[in-house]
């Protein structure tokens, strides 16, 4: 687990320098992933129907739910790589 915790750790810093900007179906999984890995399953109620940009990140996170943190985590340093990342 700590190498999969310094994997992750350092694709959290290599996502700002990618190559490339993310569009934003990969900013919304990278975002998702990073949120189950580090906070758990979605919680709280869904953003308000004017809340584009949060009912759109809320409803990426929520469609990964019960996913477990490790494999959060390795799906996030995966996503990176795939982005063009260096981990």
């Known amino acids: 687990m700590s ?3 310094t ?3 350092a694709a959290t810093k290599v ?3 990618l190559p ?3 569009d934003n179906d990969q900013l919304l999984q990278l975002y998702a992933h990073y949120k189950q890995a580090t906070a758990g399953d979605v919680s709280g109620s869904r953003p308000g129907f004017f809340d ?3 009912r759109a990140k809320y409803d990426a996170w929520d ?3 019960s ?3 490790e494999d959060a985590m390795k799906e996030y340093v995966a996503i990176v790589q795939k982005l063009g990342g260096k981990v």
């Open 7 to 9: 994997q992750f750790e």
């Open 63 to 65: 469609k990964i739910k």
């Open 15 to 17: 996502v700002k320098d």
């Open 20 to 22: 490339e900007r993310p």
């Open 67 to 69: 996913l477990g943190a």
């Open 52 to 54: 584009l940009a949060g």
């Open 3 to 5: 190498d999969l915790k």
